[in-house]
């Protein structure tokens, strides 16, 4: 433990990496599993035709639809420029504009980056990151006996046993976490870029994408989603802004209301409340990568203090009755 917190102090993005190949594991092994399971075969041969499945299925997004994606992105990243220059004329109007402008320049961005940043992340850059999270969860897939084994081997041989259920159940928590937000990120994007293309909204394809893609950080991710749709409406005049701003609070409330509690009925619920608060920590903490993680670290902190402290611990006090807790 002592040496685990050295890690994070020392070196907190290796930790951050290595729970994004565990998180990937958990995606791979799952659908490996379900695979295994019909089939009737093992799941390391599951494992392989859910990942030869997911290599047919971006092959496939690639020939079809990756040439309307990438010149609609192309076409995004050439207009958000002018929507920025719009906004500055229209803030310059006004008398507090230029003194707000002054503090929002690049080099203001710049300055608040924060220090968290490791040698990992400086050294490989994002590629090297994505490749080594790949190769965390394909061997952590294919076979995470061995490493739920080694962690057991650490413990006392008294609790063993005990770290086994909590090993499974952190396991499970992640993966009901996993299905419960593809599917959110799903309905997201599909009715985003839907409601849009109804509106006559331009790009509504790749902005659509843009908010399926960041609704997997509840809560912040659409505020951050919104932003390039805004500005996009914005020299478009004040009926497509509010047409804009209309779907995405629509959408949002959906899949906040409705959507997400009927999905984590039956997978994992979070409170809201703990959610933000990690979102914030993790994200001063450790930047992006952090933010993108603080919403499956929380459940499975959660499900791990459930089980080690509360059922262990604080449940057993209880059930010991008061004048043999005073003689103990």
Request: proline content about 5%.
């Amino acid at each position: 433990m002592a040496g685990l917190a050295a890690l994070v102090f020392v070196a907190p993005d290796v930790l951050l990496i290595v729970f994004a190949g565990i998180l990937l594991a958990v995606l791979l092994h799952g659908g490996g599993s379900w695979i295994a399971t019909r089939l009737g075969i093992r799941d390391g041969w599951g494992v392989g035709l859910f990942l030869l499945g997911v290599i047919v299925a971006f092959a496939a997004f690639g020939v079809g639809i990756a040439p309307a994606v990438a010149e609609q992105i192309d076409e995004l990243t050439r207009r958000i420029p002018e929507a920025f220059d719009t906004l500055r004329e229209r803030v310059e109007r006004y008398s507090w504009g230029p003194s707000l402008l002054d503090h929002l320049t690049p080099a203001t961005f710049a300055e608040g980056r924060t220090a968290a940043m490791s040698a990992v992340s400086s050294t490989f850059g994002a590629l090297g990151n994505a490749v080594i999270i790949l190769f965390i969860g394909l061997y952590g897939a294919l076979d995470p006996g061995v490493y739920k084994r080694g962690l057991t081997m650490l413990l006392a041989p008294s609790i063993q046993e005990r770290g086994d259920e909590v090993l499974r159940a952190a396991g499970a928590t992640l993966r009901n976490w996993l299905t419960a937000q593809l599917l959110a990120m799903t309905v997201v994007g599909m009715l985003t870029g839907l409601g849009l293309w109804l509106a006559g909204v331009p790009l509504a394809f790749a902005l659509g994408l843009i908010a399926g893609l960041l609704a997997f950080i509840p809560n912040i991710g659409p505020i951050i989603a919104i932003a390039p749709a805004l500005l996009l409406a914005l020299p478009e005049g004040r009926t497509t802004l509010l047409i804009v701003l209309a779907v995405y609070l629509g959408v949002q409330a959906l899949e906040s209301y409705v959507i997400t509690p009927l999905i984590q009925q039956e997978k994992v619920s979070l409170p809201p409340a703990l959610v933000i608060a990690a979102q914030l920590l993790f994200g001063v903490l450790f930047g992006i990568l952090g933010l993108a993680l603080a919403t499956p670290i929380a459940a499975v902190v959660m499900t791990i203090v459930g089980m080690v402290y509360v059922q262990s611990y604080l449940d057993r006090e209880r059930s010991i009755p008061g004048e043999a807790r005073d003689n103990s």
